[in-house]
T-cell receptor, first 114, second 114 residues
Framework: AQKVTQAQTEISVVEKEDVTLDCVYETRDTTYYLFWYKQPPSGELVFLIRRNSFDEQNEISGRYSWNFQKSTSSFNFTITASQVVDSAVYFCALSGQGAQKLVFGQGTRLTINP | DGGITQSPKYLFRKEGQNVTLSCEQNLNHDAMYWYRQDPGQGLRLIYYSQIVNDFQKGDIAEGYSVSREKKESFPLTVTSAQKNPTAFYLC?????????????FGQGTRLTVV
């Protein structure tokens, strides 16, 4: 069975602080894919990143960075110098080899206060 | 513009009624999905389809039905058998199957039982 756990239900920080969203996953597949999505108040999920299980290199995109560690089954997401526009619900998701679906975590509601 | 269109944005259903949620995509994607979102539970898969005239049950298919008569369209019917239909419903599509590609999401339909 595949499972994604986002233990942080809600996070609230002041603008310009750095914040890390945790994601821990479980799978028996050797090949799998990890994703992060952002859900702003409008409701639509916005794709942020996809990472396959053979690529443990960390990724940086502007103020966003992702740390993938197979040893701890984690795929954490860090926002540097947070901004009010980063306020949203963030979902981590997993898809196993040959799977036809995404398994989502419960989501983390991030609030950036001015 | 290419994307996924869900309609209506808000839907109210009386007890015992069937209602149909529309999902249309012009991305030429083969795979389409329906997810249900409840507070604190993340997204759960209802049904998915990899090809026209074929679809599979997801994790919470009971009380729902779908059809895939056209590549572009994947409507979801919430039947009277669904005991707790009040939720936010998201439709998604992806280009490839087998290897889960990036999924694009619609803006969702919020269904309320009155």
């Amino acid at each position: 069975a595949q499972k994604v756990t986002q233990a942080q239900t809600e996070i609230s920080v002041v603008e310009k602080e750095d914040v890390t969203l945790d994601c821990v996953y479980e799978t028996r597949d050797t090949t799998y894919y990890l994703f992060w999505y952002k859900q702003p108040p409008s409701g639509e999920l916005v794709f942020l990143i996809r990472r396959n299980s053979f690529d443990e290199q960390n990724e940086i995109s502007g103020r966003y960075s992702w740390n993938f560690q197979k040893s701890t089954s984690s795929f954490n997401f860090t926002i540097t110098a947070s901004q009010v526009v980063d306020s949203a619900v963030y979902f981590c998701a997993l898809s196993g080899q040959g799977a036809q679906k995404l398994v989502f975590g419960q989501g983390t509601r991030l609030t950036i206060n001015p | 513009d290419g994307g996924i269109t869900q309609s209506p944005k808000y839907l109210f259903r009386k007890e015992g009624q069937n209602v149909t949620l529309s999902c249309e995509q012009n991305l030429n994607h083969d795979a389409m999905y329906w997810y249900r979102q409840d507070p604190g539970q993340g997204l759960r898969l209802i049904y998915y389809s990899q090809i026209v005239n074929d679809f599979q049950k997801g994790d919470i298919a009971e009380g729902y039905s779908v059809s895939r008569e056209k590549k572009e369209s994947f409507p979801l019917t919430v039947t009277s058998a669904q005991k707790n239909p009040t939720a936010f419903y998201l439709c998604a599509s992806s280009m490839r199957t087998g290897i889960f590609d990036e999924a694009f999401f619609g803006q969702g339909t919020r269904l309320t039982v009155v």
